[in-house]
């Protein structure tokens, strides 16, 4: 055996380290969840977009919606902000931007289709599913109408039938998943002319979006939105101007939506584990402090008592001795005066007698 | 004598024509609700889905039904025998306000006849909204429970009142810890959405502050509830309940006032987590301080100074100022400071069918509460049953 202390002690401290980075490291990269392996995106790149709204007809169209109030060549309808509707899965608005460079510029609202979806994790009914496609889907037929999923959603997409007094739902773009099983584009998709929208793997859409900026970084903003605001999504931006100049929220931060509660709900266990244990306990300390309460009580009644008693005899004794000897003195006193008066007299009769006997 | 009989029985009395009118239309209301749909009678919107119904007829709700556990767990746990005759009142509050956010429930959903889905059909269990349905179900099953031993008294079935006696304390430790649960979890249902809630109201302590402004609740609700029946009911009192409600407001004020400064404490430490010093000095920073100093530190300090001087009155008058300052809290977090980066076109304020709604439910309440409060043996112990 040549294994001398020192080398006995390296290799203890390696072991150590080694298991102290490892794992660490280990431990970290399992937790960054990228989304299913090979699902699908839509890249939106608003400097080829020319708002011609034919995005929102195909979206309309492949999806059975009810036509508009106004028909969706009527390019005023992009004079005031819209958002997502019941019956609009989607809607492009445009902003006029005063300054370089020069406007207006379009923006789709509409589903980003997140990795770890808001709505999904907040439905108390799993109503929605991250299906393996990319696509954020919605099952009306467990819905139960709580709009809880409306206060979850950081991009304000789900849309409620308000209209409708008994069966209202949920809508939402679905990124046409039941198109995309069947090997078919997403509807908006399909319409655009100008191919501002691309459909694709996600991770190949990143790549695209990355060359792009690459390639012209004088007309893009350095930033892919949706790589990974809220945790990452499926739908994919660039952009010309700055996303905030068109209301896209940049202080959504990185961290998805499951991490924001996995905390809250994990405390459900230790609750339920732990204060039913403390509950008792408490109650167990109550009940015996009540019993031992009880019975000091007791005690000190039972004492109190025993105290007293033994008080009075000892006072019923004291005082009975005393009556006996006040009693014996005034025996004696009666006897002394009565020996003294008998003494008196025997003495005034011999006077007497005396007194006789002299005269 | 013929007078006070005549007197007794006509039905047209102040309440009951209030109340009356006020049923009346909320029977409209509800008709008017399942037939024309939400859209019709909210001002609901795609960005605020969530209204009065739940910001106050659940959040509030829910918060100040927990004198329920407050009061049980004190008494039967923490053995605090001297407030034993304010359980039975506050259980039935609490019942009575689980039954009635279960119910408004009913107007705001969607499809209400789908409320036990959740539990029955499809589980969504990563939902923090879950774990409150889940909670909020057990809970009112825990509180008809505890306070079905009343109504069984009231109807003489002895055996089976004697048996649900008998599970007080399993009862009351379940119902602590289902408490526990939804009332924290009713704050953490908006743990989701950072981006839309004020960060002077949002923090990862939002649970914490829920649960422990619950506590606060439930016992400022005991002692103004307690002073409303000593007003309203006291003809319904047994000696019992008239003297102890002074040490009742003696102590449930302490305790109020030591929640309420630790309350205060954790709020401020929210601030500082959250580093959001430099929010204060905004308009939603002074709205903001007026809850903090306003609702949290000053009716701390007036219970405070109310228990050192024996001032009843002081304490009755800071329960009620806190109860208010509770409502403040939850209708900041789910409607106020909700959503506060909206423009104001799109913020919600609530529809007059809504506020008729809530107000319907309230008086719903309390119309419920004095039929029992009058009838059963709340306010006084049962003849039949003293000292059991």
Redesign the interface.
């Known amino acids: 055996m040549s294994i001398t202390r020192r080398k006995f002690l390296g290799w203890i401290g390696a072991a150590g380290a080694g298991t102290l980075v490892g794992k660490r490291a280990g431990a970290a990269a399992n937790r960054h969840f990228t989304g299913h392996p090979d699902s699908m995106g839509v890249l939106y790149d608003n400097t080829l977009c020319i708002g011609c709204r034919r995005c929102e007809a195909g979206c309309n169209a492949v999806n059975n919606l009810p036509a508009p109030n106004r028909p969706f060549d009527d390019l005023a309808v992009m004079d005031t902000p819209r958002r997502t509707t019941a019956y609009e899965y989607m809607v492009m608005n445009r902003y006029d931007s005063d300054s370089a460079p020069a406007g207006p510029f379009f923006r789709r609202i509409g589903c980003n289709h997140c990795l770890e979806p808001a709505c999904a994790s907040s439905c108390f009914v799993s109503a929605y599913t991250k299906a393996e496609t990319g696509a954020v889907t919605y099952d009306p037929s467990v819905c139960v109408g709580c709009r809880y999923c409306m206060i979850a959603c950081p991009f304000e997409i789900p849309a409620y039938e308000y209209d409708k007094a008994l069966d209202p739902s949920i809508s939402k773009c679905h990124m046409c998943h039941h198109r995309i099983v069947e090997g078919l584009l997403p509807g908006c998709v399909e319409a655009c002319p100008v191919e501002a929208l691309t459909f694709g793997k996600r991770e190949a859409l990143i790549r695209i979006a990355r060359k792009r900026i690459q390639t012209r970084p004088d007309r893009y903003v350095d930033h892919i939105y949706g790589e990974h605001e809220m945790g990452g999504s499926n739908w994919l931006y660039l952009s010309a101007v700055p996303f905030r100049e068109m209301g896209m929220r940049e202080d959504l931060g990185v961290v998805s939506a499951p991490q924001l509660t996995h905390g809250a709900l994990s405390a459900v266990p230790i609750v339920v584990g732990l204060w039913p244990v403390l509950l008792t306990g408490v109650y167990a300390m109550s009940r015996r402090k009540d019993k031992i309460a009880e019975t000091e009580k007791a005690d000190a009644v039972k004492e109190a008592l025993d105290r007293a008693s033994a008080e009075a005899e000892t006072r019923l004794a004291d005082a009975l001795a005393k009556a006996e000897s006040e009693k014996q003195k005034a025996i004696e006193k009666a006897v002394k005066s009565a020996l003294e008066e008998a003494a008196e007299k025997a003495g005034t009769d011999s006077a007497e007698t005396t007194s006789e006997e002299e005269s | 004598m013929s007078q006070e009989h005549v007197v007794a029985r006509t039905i047209f009395t102040p309440f009951n024509v209030v109340t009356g009118i006020i049923l009346a239309i909320g029977g409209i209301l509800t008709i008017m609700r399942?037939?024309?749909?939400?859209?019709?009678v909210?001002n609901?919107?795609?960005?605020n889905?969530?209204g009065i119904w739940i910001g106050f007829d659940l959040l509030v709700g829910v918060a100040l039904a927990a004198g329920g556990y407050v009061t049980s767990?004190a008494v039967?746990?923490?053995?605090m025998k001297k407030y034993h005759s304010a359980v039975r009142p506050a259980i039935l509050t609490g019942f009575l306000g689980y039954a009635l956010v279960v119910v408004a429930l009913h107007y705001?959903?969607?499809?209400?006849w789908?409320?036990p889905?959740?539990f029955i059909?499809?589980?969504?269990t990563?939902?923090?909204?879950?774990?409150v349905?889940a909670c909020v179900a057990l809970y009112l099953t825990v509180l008809f429970l505890e306070f079905s031993s009343a109504p069984l008294e009231w109807l003489g079935f002895r055996r089976t009142r004697n048996l649900v006696v008998k599970l007080t304390?399993v009862l009351?430790?379940?119902g602590?810890?289902l408490s526990?649960?939804h009332q924290?979890?009713l704050g953490?249902?908006?743990?989701?959405?950072?981006?839309?809630l004020h960060p002077l109201w949002y923090s990862?302590y939002l649970?914490f502050y829920f649960f422990v402004s619950s506590v606060v609740a439930g016992l400022s609700m005991v002692i103004f509830e307690n002073t409303l029946t000593h007003r309203y009911l006291n003809h319904k009192m047994d000696e019992e309940h008239k003297t102890g409600a002074d040490p009742l407001a003696l102590g449930f004020g302490k305790a109020a006032a030591l929640v309420l400064a630790g309350y205060f404490s954790i709020k401020v430490i929210g601030i500082a987590n959250g580093n959001h010093w430099n929010l204060l000095n905004t308009p939603y920073g002074y709205w903001f301080l007026v809850e903090l100093l306003g609702f949290v530190a000053l009716p701390a300090f007036l219970y405070a100074v109310g228990v050192r001087d024996k001032n009843i009155n002081l304490i009755r008058y800071t329960a009620a100022w806190t109860v208010l300052g509770i409502v403040i809290n939850r209708l900041n977090v789910s409607l106020i400071a909700f959503n506060w980066h909206l423009p104001s076109s799109e913020r919600y304020f609530p529809s007059f069918i809504e506020i008729g709604v809530t107000l319907f439910i309230v008086t719903l309440g309390v119309v419920i509460f004095r039929f029992i409060v009058t009838r059963m043996p709340i306010l006084y112990q049962h003849p039949e049953y003293e000292g059991h």
């Open positions: 399942f037939t024309m749909g939400l859209g019709a909210t609901l919107s795609h960005y889905p969530w767990a039967y746990i923490f053995g705001d959903l969607g499809k209400p789908r409320l889905y959740p059909v499809s589980q969504g990563t939902s923090i909204l879950f774990e349905g304390i009351t430790i379940f602590v810890v526990t649960l924290s979890s953490a249902l908006f743990l989701i959405a950072p981006s839309k990862p649970p």
